[in-house]
């Protein structure tokens, strides 16, 4: 088993788990499923930890590509982002990221229930875009 106390060296371009986080009745909208925007957020900074990895640094979210909502997450559910990089440009990190849900404790439950595409950009201290620090590692 691999030591959580120590960094982990894994390509960007491979499936990894971002987030584990259960649907709370906070995130609800009106008929009592979990928000949209909710699981967005989560995307979001799901998406993120692997462009923050990739920059190197500060990032900034320049544009969904995509978000398609599969099924509905429910309140209660264990909701697991999974992420990866799909190309890195100059200054600009695509990642897909895919979001499972499941009831607990129900396994059998378990379902695809977001995709969506993001793109970031590297940025500096003033916001400004700067190039990607790209090892040969990284190359998508
Ligand atoms: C992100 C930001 C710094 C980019 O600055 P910019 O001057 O627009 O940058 P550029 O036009 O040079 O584009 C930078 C990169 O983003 C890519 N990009 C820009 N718009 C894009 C879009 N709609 N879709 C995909 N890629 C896009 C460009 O292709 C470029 O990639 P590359 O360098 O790898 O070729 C600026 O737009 C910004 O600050 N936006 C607000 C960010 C924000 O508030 N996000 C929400 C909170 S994090």
Not at 54 to 60: S, T
Not at 91 to 119: C, L, N
């Amino acid at each position: 088993m691999s030591d959580p106390t120590q960094p982990q060296p894994r390509r960007l371009d491979a499936w990894r788990l971002a987030i584990r986080v259960v649907a709370m009745p906070a995130d609800t909208n009106a008929y009592g499923d979990i928000f949209g925007g909710w699981i967005m957020s989560q995307a979001d900074v799901a998406g993120s930890t692997i462009a923050i990895e990739a920059a190197q640094g500060r990032v900034a979210t320049v544009a969904v590509k995509e978000f398609r909502f599969v099924t509905p997450v429910l309140v209660g559910d264990l909701t697991e982002l999974h992420a990866r990089m799909v190309h890195i440009g100059n200054t600009s990190i695509s990642v897909e990221v895919d979001v499972w849900a499941q009831g607990e404790p129900d396994p059998k439950s378990r379902r695809h229930a977001a995709h969506a595409v993001f793109v970031y950009v590297a940025v500096d201290a003033q916001g400004r875009p700067r190039p990607i620090p790209r090892p040969e590692s990284q190359l998508v």
